[in-house]
């Protein structure tokens, strides 16, 4: 698959895959979880943005390569927000661990 051998363009993975793509899976995901007592569907969620926080990571510092001068905050940019995915991540995490009664 493309998105596994990190050939779309920085664009295609940071707006289509992490923003549009995030809204969507962690939109469903987080309705069905209100109805739902099952741990899978966070986790789906999860892992939908882990991996689409390192494709855009790995996509963004391909682009670095290739243009060097030109852009280069929209690489930093995205970088950024990757990282800042993650760590909105780790705070649904803990606080979903915290709130739930297994």
Do not use: D
């Amino acid at each position: 698959m493309k998105i596994f051998e990190n050939r779309y363009s920085l664009t295609v993975n940071f707006w289509g895959f992490l923003i549009i793509g995030g809204l969507i899976v962690r939109g469903i995901c987080g309705y069905f979880s209100g109805y739902f007592n099952a741990p899978f569907i966070i986790l789906f969620a999860a892992a939908y943005t882990i991996f689409t926080s390192l494709t855009t990571w790995y996509s963004a510092s391909k682009n670095k390569e290739i243009n060097s001068n030109k852009y280069f905050w929209k690489s930093s940019a995205a970088q950024i927000i990757s990282i800042l995915h993650l760590i909105g991540l780790i705070y649904l995490l803990v606080t979903w661990t915290w709130n739930t009664n297994f």
